[in-house]
């Protein structure tokens, strides 16, 4: 590969990654994607220093003067992001730029436009993407700056000095390339790929131990921002559906317990609704309070029911509510929540993290309500009935049927197991709704009409025929447990884990769940795709938890862990030590010498392999005899290397025995120096094979058998000397 081509090579790859890292936050918009694309690949294919020459300069100052009102309409309108409406701005320079590129400074500029892109992708987001794009630019990156630096010394030279290369091709002949016409692409590669890696793992101690700092400027940013319509102050029905279609990863769950162990069907909790009009569902009440703190936790509770509690681990992506979400019967929430505020209702909510993720901890009470413990007669507060007892409007086919699924029921709460047991199973369930969006009343339409429905009809036809069965109640939405990622450990809940189903309050145990939706029929994905799916989710989570957000907590457990490490290997080679001089102590008595020989005479084979490694690793003739060997070996495809390999050996045999190259003399003149000597010849005719393969047409051949007979006579000749 020639100089000119990798060098365009490394060029590209590093403004594509500068491009890729901005693209994958998935804030610009598509129009802008497609444009570069297109210009990046047609500007690789055509010739753009003519086009350079075909435009007047003063057509590019206007163009670009024409763009200044688009990226003010960009700020305020489009956009409406001045970090968006910059990156906007980046990408419109890299397209004029790139069809433009004839100078060195071109490309210079389009490397600093991709280190803005880059800076710019990190305040949007640091996903695993990111990282991957910001190593392929580093690695790119340090390529190109050098082959930069190779191209415009050689130009320098080649005009100023009237260098002339040794060789001249007829594709590089007057391209100012001609010094690198036959480049050693590969080598150069891998040799910045391993200085990359070298930077990188120098630099991973000093992530691990220099002192956390927290910004209160930076926040976590993410990426694409999910809209979940479904969770906010008015649920109309039907509305989850659409939510349902999505695959997008909402949040990642880490538990306390394995999923053998987990309570049946547990759900992550959102938000509970009191009021229905017959069509949505609503808050009456939308007052908001502030939640006590204890030590690193809000309190949501100063009592628990059981003490089988459940801990959580929540890594919620970029969201446009802000609900807290939390398995039932939270009793804390962990501050890293930020400002957290409850209602009436017992939903929690925090600041607005809109273009950022949130993690945070949960404890809650999983308990299953004891029916024995449950009893009519139990007094329920005169607020939750007046509330959760409401009822619109309706057809009265929808009581006689809440009469008819509970006929056979002794008390309140074995209606509800009964009316969530029917539900269950003489409906049907269905993302596609039929009929039911424009009648009057939907869910007189889905019970006696369709039959068949998603979970909020069924879940707002329990709520309401529970109420008219004189048992409060209220719908809730959220997500079920989402899929178990056995890779990393969590619980990965989607867009089309949103859920709704039903609390009803039955003391002592207060607000007890009831789901009476069907099982979903959709199948999990399985097999290769799932577990690519695990994969890539355990990574994210990784690179987010072990990477982003490594605090002061997470360095003191890598130092604790690290200073026990250090200790325990101190006590272990203080133990060795004291055994060693003990035996030290006693005398060594003859059966302890045949107890030696034993074990010397099975562990021969050992030393026996041992013995010559160490003798190559001391003697540097026989280290250097083989070394060469394998080196010649390795490169045979390449006559240069091979040649070089034995005129290097040959001359470090004459500097063993003081024969060194003096400063200033070239290496045809140290070997007709020697000419006097027995070492004289063939040295000489080595020194010439090397010139004629070094210096000579690329296609030259190299007889590897005569350079091996030369070194061995001048070899055998420094021997008689």
Not at 168 to 177: A, M, W, Y
Request: charged share 20%; aromatic share 12%.
């Amino acid at each position: 590969m020639s100089f000119d081509r990798y060098f365009r090579i490394s060029s590209y790859f590093l403004i594509g990654s500068g491009f890729v890292s901005v693209a994958a936050t998935g804030r610009i918009h598509p129009v802008w994607t497609i444009l570069f694309a297109g210009v990046f690949v047609a500007s690789w294919r055509m010739n753009t220093a003519r086009l350079r020459q075909s435009i007047p300069l003063w057509l590019l100052n206007c163009i670009a003067l024409a763009y200044i009102p688009i990226f003010l309409w960009d700020t305020r309108m489009l956009s409406r992001s001045f970090v968006v409406a910059a990156i906007h701005l980046l990408i419109f320079a890299a397209c004029i730029k790139l069809i433009t590129l004839s100078k060195d400074r071109d490309y210079l500029q389009l490397y600093l436009i991709s280190l803005a892109e880059i800076l710019a992708a990190s305040t949007l987001t640091v996903n695993l993407i990111f990282g991957v794009c910001l190593i392929a630019f580093i690695i790119a990156g340090t390529n190109s700056i050098v082959l930069f630096e190779m191209r415009r010394s050689n130009a320098k030279m080649w005009s100023e000095a009237k260098v002339q290369p040794f060789v001249r091709r007829k594709e590089t002949q007057g391209s100012e390339l001609e010094l690198f016409s036959s480049f050693p692409a590969r080598l150069f590669f891998l040799s910045t790929v391993g200085m990359t890696l070298l930077i990188l793992a120098a630099a991973v101690p000093l992530f691990l131990l220099l002192p956390r700092v927290a910004m209160g400027f930076y926040q976590r940013p993410s990426g694409r921002t999910q809209f979940i319509s479904g969770f906010s102050d008015r649920v109309e029905l039907g509305q989850i559906g659409t939510i349902q279609q999505s695959s997008a990863v909402v949040m990642r769950i880490q538990t306390s317990v394995p999923p053998s162990e987990m309570p049946a069907n547990l759900k992550w909790r959102g938000l509970a609704f009191d009021y229905f009009d017959g069509r949505a569902w609503k808050n009456t009440d939308r007052r908001r309070f502030s939640v006590p703190t204890q030590g690193h936790y809000y309190k949501l509770e100063n009592s628990a029911q059981g003490t089988a509690w459940l801990n959580q681990s929540f890594f919620v992506e970029a969201l446009s509510t802000n609900v807290v979400f939390a398995a039932s019967k939270a009793l804390a929430v962990s501050i890293d929540a930020g400002r957290l505020q409850r209602d009436s209702a017992g939903n929690l909510f925090t600041d607005s993290h809109i273009l950022k993720k949130v993690r945070y901890s949960a404890v809650s009470d999983t308990i299953r309500p004891n029916p024995d413990n449950i009893s009519d007669l139990a007094p329920i507060p005169e607020d939750i009935l007046e509330k959760y007892l409401q009822l619109p409007e309706e057809d009265p086919r929808v009581m006689e049927l809440a009469r008819q699924a509970t006929v056979k029921a002794g008390n309140k709460f074995s209606k509800a197991m009964l009316l969530e047991q029917y539900l269950q199973s003489h409906y049907r369930y269905s993302l596609v709704l039929r009929g039911t969006p424009n009648s009057k009343d939907p869910l007189a339409a889905f019970l006696f009409d369709t039959r068949s429905g998603h979970c909020e009809y069924f879940a707002s036809s329990m709520t309401i025929m529970l109420r008219q069965l004189g048992i409060p109640a209220r719908l809730v939405n959220g997500f079920r447990t989402g899929e178990y990622n056995s890779i990393g450990g969590n619980w990965t809940v989607r867009q089309y884990h949103a859920h709704s189903w039903v609390e009803a309050y039955f003391p002592p145990y207060g607000w007890v769940e009831f789901d009476p939706t069907p099982a979903d029929p959709g199948q999990p994905k399985t097999g290769f795709f799932r577990l690519i799916s695990d994969l890539t989710d355990a990574i994210d989570l990784w690179w987010w938890e072990g990477i982003l957000n490594y605090d002061s907590s997470k360095q003191f457990r890598v130092l604790s862990v690290l200073q026990a490490t250090l200790e325990k290997c101190r006590q272990s080679a203080a133990i060795f030590w004291a055994r060693v001089y003990e035996k030290g102590r006693t005398q060594v008595s003859f059966a302890h010498l045949r107890t030696a020989a034993v074990s010397f005479g099975k562990e021969w084979i050992l030393w026996a392999a041992l013995i010559p490694l160490v003798a190559m690793l001391l003697v540097r003739r026989l280290r250097r005899r083989i070394l060469g060997a394998i080196r010649r070996r390795w490169h045979h495809d390449d006559a240069r290397t091979v040649a070089a390999s034995f005129f290097a050996e040959a001359l470090d045999l004459l500097r063993d025995r003081g024969i060194q190259l003096n400063r200033g003399q070239t290496a045809l003149e140290f070997a007709r120096s020697l000419r006097a000597g027995p070492p004289g010849d063939p040295f000489l005719a080595l020194t010439q094979m090397y010139y004629s393969v070094r210096f000579g047409p690329p296609d030259l051949p190299f007889d590897r058998s005569e350079a091996q007979a030369q070194l061995r006579r001048l070899r055998n000749s420094l021997r008689k000397t």
